[in-house]
């Protein structure tokens, strides 16, 4: 299954993560340990501060087997299904592992591309969590 992932860098992780990203560590021990870098290669940083990316699954429930990694960085705030479950080949078990190679969400990755500002060079140039620090500053 494909999932639209909604999240917030953790004040204070926003360094370790792009370490973990730029040493190819992130997800490190997960079965899908390739698809984290994937994922923060895509990944776009948008207005209202979260960071959104298309993320391939196969667990039974969602990211239930990456969930521990990213909660390491990430505030998860929304995590929802991408496409339609019933037209997952994957889902309907008409195709096994086809996620993989699967165009289904095509459409809102390009949708994606134009929304917001790329998160590794948003991460790579301290924008991430800046709000945050002013506001508290400012107090």
Known sequence: MRYLVRARVKPGREQTLLKAIEDGTLGQGSVAEGE???????AR????ETTRWVEVCYCPSPLQEEREYWEQYFELTRVQD????RRCRD??????WACGDCDCTERLE???EGTGKPFLESLRNGLINLTAKVASEEH
Not at 36 to 42: D, F, K, S, T, V
């Open 110 to 112: 390009r949708k994606l």
């Open 91 to 96: 889902q309907n078990r008409s195709e096994p």
């Open 82 to 85: 991408a496409h339609d479950r």
């Open 45 to 48: 940083l948008c207005q209202d």
């Open 36 to 42: 984290y870098l994937r994922n923060m290669r895509e």
